[in-house]
């Protein structure tokens, strides 16, 4: 994908970032200046496995070749404006990115595990109900460098880029800002540079993308990557769907498991499962009639279900989800068979946790303006509130 753009770039003469070329595109980049294939693995694990900020830092590289790449080239990552440390080890980064707007990236150890929390775009277009990045409008598609610099900045703030030894990031979500498959080239791009041996040579089942429900670009994920696959469900039907997440009205739970299942049906391992993300709202979808009827719905497809209490923020009048609900609504679905953990909230004192990334966005859309002025008609229904029983 990324080695179509790099030669037009070439060719009207423009600077290639090369922290976002995969190994297809970097291939492409050196066989068109006259060199051989081995030059663009020299330079990804450079940049991958040793950090290099610079062109002149890739001594095994000919000086004349660097003085060349330093005229058409560069290595450039999103800027960081802000790092935050939590008391559970969570870190948070806010990252410039081009246009002048910040995007957000999430560290999150557990154990030996270290999972990112990667941005695909700057805010986003969907505008999720139960979403605070929906709420800060849209302005870009991150380019492919800026999605691969998230991983690199957080692999160098650990000092662990190095695939051979210990390394910090253990595993990659594609679920901070934005929806990934509404930026499919830089997406997929960017994920399989993670899987790569020259990349951060992260296993597939590592490497996760999520999305809401962007049916006609999940029925082409399998032709172009297989990492591994969530989907952020949240309902378990269609009428509490359509409220919370908008797109379910284009593209229905029944499209979507089905999407969801043809991708994992074409997985080169057999065993894989597809993850289900349910975030539990009070009195919207956390009541045990809701768990009985997710538990239906998945009952023949092999999944895991994080339960994901919601993190309330301003702009939302929803609320978070009473502890004995969320247990209930855990033990229904254990009953019927699924597995299905909850996933606590995590880096609470630095707002890291899932549902709060909100960045900095220079709204294209003028949605946050809308919000914020309390003016906003999205022309649906409210999600009815079920009253609590006594
Ligand atoms: S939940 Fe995901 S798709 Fe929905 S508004 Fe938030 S970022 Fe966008």
Redesign the pocket.
């Known amino acids: 994908m990324t080695q179509h753009r790099v030669l037009k770039q070439l060719e009207k003469g423009e600077r290639i970032n090369l922290l976002g070329l995969s190994r297809d595109a970097m291939e492409q980049f050196f066989l068109a200046l006259g060199e051989k294939k081995f030059r663009a693995h020299q330079v990804m694990k450079w940049i991958h496995h040793r950090g290099a900020e610079s062109i002149d830092d890739m001594t095994d590289v000919s000086k004349k070749l660097r003085e060349r790449l330093v005229e058409i080239a560069e290595i450039r990552a999103p800027k960081i404006i802000k790092q935050l440390d939590a008391k559970d080890g969570c870190r948070k980064w806010l990252l410039e990115v081009d246009g002048g707007s910040a995007i957000e990236t999430v560290f999150i150890p557990d154990g030996e595990r270290g999972t990112l929390c990667v941005s695909s775009?700057v805010g986003?277009?969907?505008?999720?109900s139960?979403?605070?990045?929906?709420k800060q409008g849209f302005n870009k598609d991150l380019t492919a460098a800026e999605i691969i610099g998230q991983v690199w900045l957080a692999a160098k703030s650990f000092d662990s880029l190095d695939p051979k030894k210990h390394r910090a990031v253990t595993n990659v979500v594609m679920?901070?800002?934005?929806?990934p498959l509404l930026n499919f080239d830089n997406v997929v791009d960017s994920m399989n540079t993670m899987m790569d041996d020259y990349g951060y040579g992260i296993s597939k089942r590592r490497v996760t993308l999520?999305?809401?429900g962007v049916v006609p670009q999940l029925d082409r994920l399998a032709d172009y990557t297989d990492a591994s696959l969530a989907i952020?469900l949240h309902a378990p039907n269609d009428e509490i769907r359509d409220v919370l997440?908008p797109?379910n009205k284009k593209y229905p739970i029944a499209r979507l498991l089905e999407s969801s299942q043809n991708y994992i049906a074409r997985m080169p391992d057999s065993n894989r499962k597809l993850t289900v993300e349910y975030t539990l709202i009070r009195d919207v979808n956390d009541q045990p009639e809701h768990a009985r009827e997710l538990g239906k719905l998945l009952k023949d497809i092999p999944c895991k279900i994080n339960l994901i209490p919601f993190n309330p923020f301003d702009l939302s009048d929803y609320k978070k989800v009473r502890d004995h609900d969320l247990k209930t609504f855990q033990e229904i679905l254990h009953k019927m068979g699924h597995v299905a953990p909850i996933r606590t909230t995590r880096g609470d004192d630095i707002d890291a946790a899932c549902?709060q990334?909100s960045g900095a966005v220079n709204d294209r859309t003028r949605r946050a303006e809308r919000y914020k002025s309390g003016q906003w008609q999205s022309g649906v229904e409210p999600v009815r509130i079920i009253e609590p029983k006594n």
């Open positions: 775009q986003c277009s969907l505008d999720c139960f979403c605070a990045t929906g679920m901070g800002m934005g929806e999520s999305t809401s952020s997440v797109i549902g990334l």
